[in-house]
Nanobody, 121 residues
């Protein structure tokens, strides 16, 4: 599966952004999907995941109540709605696909190219 992330940008603290990740191929609905971020000089870290059907989600503690992951299997797309953004959310955000539902980076074998999110104070 090939992934293309979009929707990043510059936003003020307290604002919102919605990231999209479009997938190619008819097998999208078989994959569990995740969003990760990577700030300069730091390791890539988990933000949110959704299982193949959309019935289960999981979040990093720091984004619970602020971020919402969702998917539309008919449109081969996964979303990350980010509200109440903080300057510390600034990073490149990546979508990824996995055959196993989870938060560990090593589960994900397919990655998009990343989209920059910058939150100003």
């Amino acid at each position: 599966v090939q992934l293309q992330a979009s929707g990043g940008g510059l936003v003020q603290a307290g604002g919102s952004l919605r990231l999209s990740c479009a997938a190619s191929g008819r097998t999208f609905r078989t994959y569990n999907m995740g969003w990760f971020r990577q700030a300069p000089g730091k390791e890539r870290e988990f933000r949110a995941a959704i299982n193949w059907s959309g019935s289960s989600t999981m979040y990093a503690d720091s984004v619970k109540g602020r971020f919402t992951i969702s998917r539309n299997n008919a449109e081969n797309t996964v979303y990350l709605q980010m509200n109440s953004l903080k300057p510390e959310d600034t990073a490149v955000y990546y979508c990824a696909a996995s055959l196993t539902f989870g938060r560990r980076l090593e589960l994900y074998g397919y990655w998009g190219q990343g989209t920059q999110v910058t939150v100003s104070s």
